[in-house]
């Protein structure tokens, strides 16, 4: 098992800029995609951005353009920059370990998830 913990979050202005950290311990998961994910209350969970070990990436077409995602294999680590923030991008922020390399935007497909990281867009 991953042990996953997000850190970043925070209150920021539209428009504005944050950047998510997730690292891992336990077993590594260098060799595995990674994913971002959010959830705003009320709302199902959904895929924000992925990235494989070679760094292959996929993003939303919701978050398109302002986020992105990079991985540190050397300190377990996957960031989540985001830029031009919008109140609609309020939520709880969660990464997750995938079963596999392939990238995927499927939650079932991820095994790991941390607790997350709360980012509130307000003015």
């Known amino acids: 098992q991953v042990q996953l913990v997000e850190s970043g979050g925070g209150l920021v202005q539209p428009d504005g800029s944050l950047r998510l950290s997730c690292a891992a311990s336990g077993r590594t998961f260098s060799r595995n995609v990674i994913g971002w994910f959010r959830q705003a209350p009320g709302k199902e969970r959904e895929f924000v951005a992925a990235?494989?070990?070679?760094?292959?990436?996929y993003y939303a077409d919701s978050v398109k353009g302002r986020f992105t995602i990079s991985r540190d294999n050397t300190v377990n680590t996957v960031y989540l920059q985001m830029n031009s923030l919008k109140p609609e991008d309020t939520a709880v922020y969660l990464c997750?370990?995938?079963?596999?390399?392939?990238?995927?935007?499927?939650?079932?497909?991820?095994?790991?998830w941390g607790q997350g990281t709360q980012v509130t867009v307000s003015s």
């Open positions: 990235i494989t070990w070679s760094g292959s990436t």
């Open positions: 997750a370990g995938g079963l596999g390399v392939r990238i995927t935007s499927a939650t079932w497909d991820y095994v790991d």
